[in-house]
């Protein structure tokens, strides 16, 4: 068993070392994570966390995370990391939500903003790239939000990705990918996954950010472009011959080294006439592009949201470029204590159940007493009175 902790704990290493490690926090150290944390000041009735395990835990130091600690409150606090872009590359977010108080309604998800989001004056208004985790409210809305901001919009996933309900500790993570393929995992399990690009109903935006991007004279473009193609295929050594007369002839043209493309529906051979003309124009800067999974500034995370009953617990945050880096991290925290946690919590049930029915007998006996001693006074008065 020894043994493969340690081979476990030496593959954990390699992964560090492939793997950009963005923000990972794990509260291991006690009230210092205030000087990280930056509560926002934007509101005087902001509800405030606090550093707990709550009522039953795997591990009491391990499963320490923030804690909402008052009722019917808006929450706002953020830690900031060194900025980043995620173009071309994976991107993981991943972190553990307790709703220890069974959540009737409120919100358990967190934000990834912008570095240069404003802190202290956190609020419902501050724009953010992604908001991913649960929301609980009554019996309609118990979902996962993945909200990602394209285009100056935010834009929902339009599955329904249902969240878990109940008062333990579980592991979600957000898997954006550069191929535009996501997945959504809770508890390590995939439980949703597709294309970023139709499960956010965003083709139709991406064609208008396209054909919003060609100039006025486009049509011109792609001809002169189109007419440097055909150049492309032209005999450069070829030259004009001695008995060549233009003004019978015409103008000399060198003759091609192939088939032109396109024609009755014949294509050339090892390069395509649209892929070149694409790279031909990318650099005349005639065609832009917009990467629907792909944010040029991330530096802060956050949690800002609502809670009618306090108690949620937030821990294990983890931002990384690498997939196995986060699910071996996800069972180094959360794999290691929810047996534990769940153990706890049947002794802590078993030992209520007995204190009810403990305090149940108490009464009846109590009770029984009252009415003996009801029933013995009677009698004595009884007795007196003849």
């Not at 395990?53 to 009491?60: A, I, T």
């Not at 005999?235 to 103008?251: M, Q």
């Not at 159940?353 to 009770?367: F, I, M, N, P, S």
Request: glycine share 8%; net charge negative.
């Amino acid at each position: 068993m020894a043994g493969a902790r340690v081979h476990f704990w030496a593959v954990c290493v390699l992964r560090v070392a492939l793997a950009t490690v963005y923000f990972q926090e794990e509260f291991l150290d006690g009230e210092r994570w205030r000087n990280r944390w930056v509560q926002s000041t934007n509101n005087s009735q902001f509800g405030h966390f606090r550093l707990s395990s709550g009522k039953f835990y795997g591990h009491k130091e391990k499963d320490k995370g923030l804690q909402t600690t008052q009722n019917g409150r808006y929450y706002a606090i953020s830690a900031r990391f060194k900025p980043f872009s995620n173009k071309g590359r994976t991107l993981v977010i991943q972190y553990t939500v307790k709703h220890e108080q069974k959540m009737d309604c409120g919100g358990g998800y967190v934000k990834i903003f912008p570095a240069d989001v404003d802190q202290k004056n956190l609020n419902g208004k501050s724009q953010y790239y992604i908001m991913f985790g649960p929301d609980i409210c009554g019996f309609d809305i118990k979902k996962v939000h993945v909200i990602l901001y394209f285009k100056n919009q935010y834009h929902a996933n339009k599955k329904s990705i249902r969240c878990k309900v109940d008062g333990f500790t579980h592991l979600y993570a957000l898997v954006l990918r550069p191929d535009l393929s996501y997945e959504v995992k809770i508890d390590g399990q995939a439980i949703e996954a597709g294309s970023i690009e139709y499960d956010w109903n965003l083709t139709s935006l991406k064609k208008m950010a396209k054909s919003s991007a060609e100039p006025e004279d486009w049509s011109q473009v792609k001809e002169e472009k189109a007419q440097d193609w055909e150049k492309h295929f032209l005999d450069a050594g070829a030259s004009e011959p001695s008995d060549w007369n233009s003004e019978l002839d015409g103008d000399w043209q060198a003759p091609m080294l192939q088939k032109p493309p396109y024609q009755d529906g014949l294509k050339p051979e090892g390069i395509d006439k649209h892929v070149w003309l694409y790279q031909k124009m990318r650099g005349t800067s005639s065609l832009m592009e917009y990467d629907l999974s792909e944010f040029e500034n991330i530096g802060a995370i956050g949690l800002e949201l609502w809670q009618v009953r306090s108690g949620t617990i937030f821990d294990n945050f983890l931002i990384t470029d690498d997939e196995e880096y986060a699910e071996n991290f996800g069972k180094a925290t959360w794999g290691e204590t929810k047996g534990p946690e769940r153990e706890m919590d049947a002794i802590q049930a078993k030992e209520e159940v007995k204190k009810a029915r403990e305090e149940d007998e108490e009464e009846l006996l109590a009770g029984r007493f009252q009415g003996r001693e009801s029933h013995f006074s009677r009698f004595h008065q009884q007795h007196n009175e003849l």
